[in-house]
């Protein structure tokens, strides 16, 4: 027996949630398979958790700066306790309760995909359920924490993002291997919640490398006045943890061994395709499933597999996965009522170079579009400005020894910015002005009439014009 559907999605984390909300706004009907919980990685053991570890450390640097203020000790126990409410206690009845209400049916089991159209779901309980799809299947597993092949590092059972978020108690002595946007939080957020010795090993020669420089170093500045120990150009030869649960010693490239309680492994991820049955469509069992602007695959006929979020592999950010999400639910119920595939609106067109992204360290990091560096490797002719965000009225009223840098990269033949990075406290929350910026495309005369409040941090964007001579 089958149960038949217009749209099957397996995995009910943001992205295939959105899939699904949308081709039922098309008039379809649609069913979400989840092996783990409704709402995925992101709502339990990424985004939310960690911001919620992050936020009272966040908040401890910021009241330091402000005279007047007195500073306490944090309650490591009572952040661990928000962390666990904020995770709703690792229990998804709200999540499914929502993804009926859409109404969508949902299905708890492990989903893989047997043939065209064709999904089987191997249940918790033992047994399977066959699925078939009358328009789309789509695939929304997310992605995994990839581990590099050091000896021994495997068996030392390290923790990582899936680990590091959910911790009942944080260690006293903590190795992060890796200096990208989830060792250099996580590393933050346990030294704030009171991890004695931490430090952190970075095979390349800065934190944040895919950022433009000066954001990485401002960070490790951070770091380092806090008691973080980064160490640059060091890799990891290999890893001891001689009782399951004990200290493990990680032997450097250079320098003497490191001695921990928990080591972290924040070196990138990888697409979560194992067992998924791609191989019965034609497809490579272990990389990202390859799709076209519309979210469709493009290695497989008659068109009706679609991929969105980390699984394509095209942009491993929540928010890019929901924005790829709502694309391809509108794209499969316009497909199914008949539409044109070339309609411009048919395109998940802002996924491209340089997504909007934050990094919820003290300083924040931020950044939309394209650094320096990768403007001028497109071929674009460019010119950058950057400013203090020091010397921002807004910034000095926001504490003492406040610390940051804006920095903007033009396209000089059309007059409208590649990209923008600011590095500051607080400086997340002047990022979406530069989505609409960049994305949009907007002139930089026309910019120049967007006049910032006074006295806040946005008036950086009025200095960077000047900077850049309007």
Known sequence: MSDEYDVIVIGAGPAGENVADRAVRGGLSAVIVEERLAGGECSYWACIPSKALLRPVELAAEVSRVPGLE?????????????????????????????????????????????PRRVVVDL?????????????????TGSVASVPPVPGLREAKPWTSHEVTAAASVPG??????????????????????????TMLVRGGGLLDRMEPFAGELLAESFKESGIDVRLRTGVERVERPEPGGEVTLHLSQGPPVVADEVLVATGRKPAVRGLGLETVGLPQDRPVEVDDSLRATGVADGWLYAVGDVNGRNLLTHMGKYQGRACGDVIAARAAGARDDLPAMRASADGAGPPQVVFTDPQICSVGRTEAAAREAGFRVRAVEYDLASVSGAYLLGDGYRGRAKAVVDEDRGVLLGVTFAGPGTAELLHSATVAVIGEVPLERLWHAVPSFPTVSEVWLRLLETYGL
Not at 173 to 191: K, N, S, T, Y
């Open 71 to 115: 500073t306490t000790p944090i309650d490591t126990r009572a952040v661990l306790a928000r962390r666990d409410e904020a995770v709703s206690g690792y229990d998804d009845a709200g999540q499914v309760r929502w993804v009926e209400s859409v109404p969508a049916a949902f299905v708890r089991g492990r989903g893989r995909l047997d043939g």
């Open 124 to 140: 918790p309980g033992g047994g399977e359920r066959v699925l078939t799809a009358r328009h789309a299947v789509v695939l929304a």
């Open 173 to 198: 002595r903590l190795a992060v291997i890796g200096g990208g946007v989830v060792g250099c939080e996580m590393a933050q957020a346990m030294h704030g919640l009171g991890a004695r010795r931490t």
